[in-house]
């Protein structure tokens, strides 16, 4: 079982910067595709950017270039620069461990919110 905690959500104008933290249990992490996700009201939840456990990572179009995940294998943490952020980033972010990433053992934090104003 691995427990996340994410932090670093919060108010900020458009054109502004967040970073977001998550923090994972265990000493598995290094065996972990990590995973930011996004839910905005009415919307269904979407991944953000996923980096795989040899720190390649893949972005969704809306963020390329203004977002970037990063991981510190050391601290068990991963981590999601947000610049230019716009309005429509509004959401509540989700952190997301897939064992390997083959989708069996998936866990998920508890959520933190991100809100634009513009």
């Known amino acids: 079982q691995v427990q996340l905690v994410e932090s670093g959500g919060g108010l900020v104008q458009a054109g502004g910067a967040l970073r977001l933290s998550c923090v994972a249990s265990?000493?598995?992490?290094?065996?972990?595709?990590m995973g930011w996700f996004r839910q905005a009201p009415g919307n269904q939840r979407e991944l953000v950017a996923i980096?795989?456990?040899?720190?390649?990572?893949n972005y969704v179009d809306a963020v390329k270039g203004r977002f970037t995940i990063s991981r510190d294998n050391a601290k068990n943490t991963v981590y999601l620069q947000m610049n230019s952020l716009k309005p429509e980033d509004t959401a509540v972010y989700y952190c997301?461990?897939?064992?390997?990433?083959?989708?069996?053992?998936?866990?998920w934090g508890q959520g933190t919110q991100v809100t634009v104003s513009s």
């Open positions: 997301n461990a897939d064992l390997r990433g083959t989708g069996i053992h998936v866990y």
């Open positions: 980096i795989r456990t040899d720190s390649t990572t």
């Open positions: 265990g000493r598995t992490f290094p065996s972990y595709v």
